[in-house]
Every structure is written in structure tokens, then in C-alpha cells.
């Protein structure tokens, strides 16, 4: 059962939401689904086809990735790729809400998680009712994915100048 008065400052918190209005913001509450999951479910798994976005609300969370070439053949190996906590403000799976892709990591609960669960169909009937709303949102969200695009370029440059050094020994 959903909470009748959401905490406002929380969603405010959220860097994808930190534009709208206090109006706004009980909107996307009313188009989310609560969720919890308790400490080492899979929220969200790697390949998986992803029609929805989280708002970690409170909680921890751990995102993995699969090595693509595992050391043997007995064992899949992955890599964490970071440790996301509610006081961050994060989203999960926001990209589902821009392409029809699948999952690009796999999501698990470190410690028990409350979320909000916004489908891409209600963000978008969100989105058409509200334009302005819908226009707020997708710019922090177009600042979220090249903030994280910039940090990638940056890793590749310090791995190739890592691998370099390796082969030049």
C-alpha cells in the first residue's frame, strides 16, 4: 500500500527530480508503484529486457557488470561497479525510460530497499500530460547519462594508457 503523504524532500533528493515543483513531484508519486526488496534480491539483472526506473528511497544497492571473458569456464565473473545508497539521490534503470534495450548491469539489494517503481508508460503518460514536467525531467536526465558518459571516457583513457604501459614492458 502506497503512503498516503509522500515525503516530498525526499523525491526532491533525486537528482532527475530536483526541478519540478512540490505539484510535480506528487504526481510522479501518484504514477509509481511501491516496492521493497529484501537484502540480496536481484532488483535488476544484466540482458534482462527493462520497461522501468527506480527511486531508491531507502536502502543499498550494488551495481555488477559480467567480465567478458571469464578466466575459466566454470565461472562467470563479475565486477562491481559501484555501491549506490538512498542519501544519493539515485535512480536505477532510468534509461529504460528513453530506449527499448535490455538491462546494461545487474542491481542487487546490499541491505533490505524501499523504491519507487515508475513505468515507462506511466513516465510517459506523465510526460504528455504535463509537457513542462516531462521537458524538467528528461534535461536532468540527458545531464545524468552525460555526466556518466564523460566518466566511461575518462575510465577508457586510464585503462588504453594502463594497457600500453603493460605491453611496452
Known amino acids: 500500500m502506497k503512503e498516503p503523504n509522500p515525503d516530498l524532500g525526499t523525491l526532491k533528493k533525486i537528482f532527475i527530480l530536483q526541478d519540478l515543483l512540490d505539484e510535480e513531484l506528487a504526481e510522479v508519486w501518484g504514477a509509481s508503484v511501491p516496492r521493497e526488496f529484501p537484502a540480496g534480491a536481484v532488483i535488476m539483472a544484466e540482458g534482462d529486457p527493462g520497461a522501468q526506473m527506480y527511486i531508491l528511497l531507502a536502502g543499498e544497492v550494488e551495481v555488477t557488470k559480467r567480465l567478458l571473458l571469464p578466466i575459466d569456464q566454470t565461472a562467470l565473473l563479475e565486477r562491481i561497479m559501484n555501491r ?30 524501499r523504491m519507487l517503481e515508475l513505468s515507462k508508460e506511466k513516465a510517459f503518460l506523465l510526460f504528455n500530460q504535463n509537457p513542462d ?10 545531464q545524468l547519462l552525460s555526466k556518466r558518459l564523460r566518466k566511461s571516457d575518462a575510465d577508457i583513457v586510464k585503462l588504453t594508457t594502463a594497457l600500453v604501459v603493460a605491453l611496452e614492458r
Open 133 to 142: 514536467m516531462g521537458v524538467k525531467i528528461l534535461f536532468r536526465l540527458s
Open 84 to 113: 549506490l545508497n538512498s542519501g544519493d539521490g539515485v535512480t536505477l534503470g532510468e534509461m529504460a525510460l528513453i530506449e527499448n534495450d535490455v538491462r546494461s548491469a545487474n542491481v542487487t539489494a546490499s541491505t533490505d530497499c
